[in-house]
T-cell receptor
Framework: GQNIDQPTEMTATEGAIVQINCTYQ??????LFWYQQHAGEAPTFLSY????GLEEKGRFSSFLSRSKGYSYLLLKELQMKDSASYLC?????????FGAGTTVTVRA | DAGVIQSPRHEVTEMGQEVTLRCKPI?????LFWYRQTMMRGLELLIY????????DSGMPEDRFSAKMPNASFSTLKIQPSEPRDSAVYFC?????????????FGPGTRLTVL
């Protein structure tokens, strides 16, 4: 089975940093994706980790530890437009299994 | 380039009616995925195709749901008969080679309401 856990909600101030954690226990693992989903819209790709370590892409970074079944998404220099749901997803045998998502609210 | 196209964007129907959702994947993508998203269950994979062939339909909730992909540029998800608990947003996604290592690109979704 698949068990993917992430916090339900987080709130942060514009310009700050927020870290969204994701832990997983899955029957198989090929890699881990992070998607962003604004309310009423489709999920859009943010990052992909297959090896342990940190992947940096502009204001967003994602970290993976396969031995610990742990990942985090780091959002720096928060902007109002970053208010959205962030979905952690594990890929195995060509299938994506998603966590419930973390709703991030950015306050002015 | 056009992204994944879904139609209709919104569908309101009555219980017992047949519902057909449509998807056009990104040209050249070999994999097509159907997902359902609800508040209670989140985003769930229903079925996926590789080169128009259904590979894994273990996520299809019951026999009322069926999906087809008659060609590389078109897929349908049909619910017959529909029930109120089928109300959800249904997303179609496609990827270039395989879902394991390639990014899946999502369509805008179809918001289905069954009364």
């Amino acid at each position: 089975g698949q068990n993917i856990d992430q916090p339900t909600e987080m709130t942060a101030t514009e310009g700050a940093i927020v870290q969204i954690n994701c832990t997983y226990q899955t029957s198989g693992f090929n890699g881990l994706f992070w998607y962003q989903q604004h309310a009423g819209e489709a999920p859009t790709f943010l990052s992909y980790n297959v090896l342990d370590g940190l992947e940096e892409k502009g204001r967003f970074s994602s970290f993976l530890s396969r031995s610990k079944g742990y990942s985090y998404l780091l959002l720096k220099e928060l902007q109002m437009k970053d208010s959205a749901s962030y979905l952690c997803a594990v890929t195995n045998d060509y299938k994506l299994s998603f966590g419930a998502g973390t709703t991030v609210t950015v306050r002015a | 380039d056009a992204g994944v196209i879904q139609s209709p964007r919104h569908e309101v129907t009555e219980m017992g009616q047949e519902v057909t959702l449509r998807c056009k994947p990104i040209s050249g993508h070999d994999y097509l995925f159907w997902y359902r998203q609800t508040m209670m269950r989140g985003l769930e994979l229903l079925i996926y195709f590789n080169n128009n062939v259904p590979i894994d339909d273990s996520g299809m909730p019951e026999d009322r749901f069926s999906a087809k992909m008659p060609n590389a540029s078109f897929s349908t998800l049909k619910i017959q008969p529909s029930e109120p608990r089928d109300s959800a947003v249904y997303f179609c996604a496609s990827s270039l080679t395989s879902g394991s290592t390639d990014t899946q690109y999502f369509g805008p979704g179809t918001r289905l309401t069954v009364l």
